[in-house]
């Protein structure tokens, strides 16, 4: 990832700022590093939902029973 920073300006609602002031110093970093921080994990998110719903686009479909039979498999019910 690039280590250029380029400056930006937003607004934010006046206590999500304080607790994010308050974050950041408990945390010993700078504001603009948790920033970075929460955003690079927020954009991770949304990247591997995107993989997801690519690897689904194959239109490859399973049963409803194959579905249920993976949850067991998994001990998830």
Same mark, same amino acid.
């Not at 206590?15 to 308050?22: H, I, N, T």
């Not at 974050?23 to 993989?51: F, G, H, P, V, W």
């Not at 719903?53 to 490859?60: F, N, V, Y």
């Given at each position: ?11 934010? #609602?006046? &206590?999500?700022? /304080?607790?994010? @002031?308050?974050? !950041? ?7 603009? %590093? ?11 998110? #949304?990247? &591997?939902?995107? /993989?997801?719903? @690519?690897?689904? !686009? ?7 029973? %194959? ?11």
């Amino acid at each position: 990832m690039s280590k250029t920073k380029t400056k930006a300006t937003f607004y934010l #609602d006046s &206590e999500l700022y /304080k607790a994010f @002031r308050v974050k !950041a110093t408990l945390a010993d970093k700078k504001i603009s %590093e948790l920033m970075n921080q929460t955003l690079r994990n927020e954009i991770s998110e #949304d990247e &591997e939902d995107l /993989k997801i719903l @690519r690897r689904r !686009a194959d239109g490859t479909t399973e049963t409803y029973a %194959e579905f249920l039979k993976g949850l067991k498999a998994d001990g998830l019910i």
